[in-house]
């Protein structure tokens, strides 16, 4: 069946644009899961979706990071006035339930790849 | 909190013999663990995970990690590695505190010689 999707899969912008990331979950999962994925930084967790729940933005490192989920389903992770240090790859995942329901196992889109210049 | 900690950042095998990726973590609470291997341009794909069952977890591809609360590790092994085996590996702990992020691990890159 199908996985989750990203889109675009490669994006390069310039310092200062804004840049929007789409995410599709497998059909049915009700949790979705951002990361970012940079050298030097590991991964690390930005948001994170459970139903129709207020989102979990522990994560997301300045307010300049943004995200929605639309009608439970498709994602978008928005950056605003892109930095240098914001390039890395971004990565969704979406899991059938939340933790404890023996559903939570998270599963990874291939990510887009973002470059600021 | 929860942290995970991978011991080698890179590990350089040989083909056909055994491999040891090490991980150890930090868990306020009985932890979920996961290993996932990422190839080259690839997403990440899950391994195998740990969710208070069987200490001992068989994955795909012939993997295979002990939860052993005692040492708190999570490492993982395979008898016999393969040239397609080369990838990044993570171990990985779920936050229960954040309702179930992910928290992952440097990665130990694999390298497997002919």
């Known amino acids: 069946g199908a996985g989750v999707s990203q889109s675009p899969s490669n994006k390069v912008t310039e310092k200062g644009k804004d840049v929007e990331l789409r995410c599709d979950p497998i059909?049915?999962?009700?949790?979705l899961y951002w990361y970012r994925q940079s050298l030097g930084q590991g991964l690390e967790f930005l948001i994170y979706?459970?139903?129709?729940?207020?989102?979990?933005k522990s994560g997301l490192p300045s307010d300049r990071f943004s995200a929605e989920r639309t009608g439970g389903s498709v994602s978008t992770l928005t950056i605003q006035r892109t930095q240098q240090e914001d390039s890395a790859v971004y990565l969704c995942?979406?899991?059938?339930?939340?933790?404890?329901?023996?559903?939570?196992?998270?599963?990874f889109g291939p990510g887009t790849r973002l470059l600021v210049l | 909190a929860q942290s995970v900690t991978q011991l080698d950042s890179h590990v350089s095998v040989s083909e056909g013999t055994p491999v040891l990726l090490r991980c150890n973590y930090s868990?306020?609470?009985?932890?979920?663990l996961f290993w996932y291997v990422q190839h080259p341009n690839k997403g990440l794909q899950l391994l195998l995970k740990y969710t208070s069952a069987a200490t001992l977890v068989k994955g795909i591809n012939g993997f295979e990690a002990e939860f052993k609360k005692s040492e708190t590790s999570f490492h993982l092994t395979k008898p016999s590695a393969h040239m397609s085996d080369a990838a990044e590996y993570f171990c990985v702990v779920s936050d229960w505190g954040s309702q179930g992020n992910l928290i992952f691990g440097k990665g130990t890159k694999l390298s497997v010689k002919p």
């Open positions: 995942a979406s899991s059938l339930g939340k933790q404890g329901t023996g559903q939570e196992t998270q599963y």
């Open positions: 979706f459970q139903g129709n729940s207020a989102p979990d």
């Open positions: 868990s306020s609470y009985s932890p979920s």
């Open positions: 059909s049915g999962h009700t949790a």
